[in-house]
């Protein structure tokens, strides 16, 4: 009778610590998904990087020099020099 109680007492232990293991707070299951959370991070921080990368680069030409502000300011916000003239080509198709 106390050799079966023993072992009962023995495999509920068991039992409640595989529990904790598999499905409790911080078991398997969790690690799974934080590290899933951790990798798609990891992924938009590098995306993020070469985007920093990118904007530093255009900030260091433009701190060099003038030739990358105009070229901006042509190409996006329609700059015309003095002296220039301007022609608008509307549509895709051009005739001869």
């Known amino acids: ?6 072992v009962g007492s023995l495999v ?10 598999w499905l409790g707070d911080g078991s398997l299951r969790d690690r799974s998904a934080i590290e899933s959370q ?3 991070l990891s992924e938009e921080t590098e995306a993020l990087a070469s985007h ?19 070229a901006f300011a ?9 002296g220039e003239t301007l022609i608008l080509i509307i549509g895709d198709h051009v005739e001869p």
Request: charge should be positive; hydrophobic fraction near 55%; avoid cysteine.
């Open 74 to 82: 042509r190409s996006e916000l329609g700059m015309i020099l003095p």
């Open 12 to 21: 509920a232990i068991l039992l409640m610590l595989q529990y904790r293991i």
């Open 38 to 40: 951790i990798q798609a």
């Open 1 to 6: 009778m106390l050799y079966r109680l023993l």
């Open 52 to 70: 920093n990368y990118v904007l530093a680069s255009e900030v260091t030409a433009i701190r060099a020099g003038g030739q990358p502000l105009e």
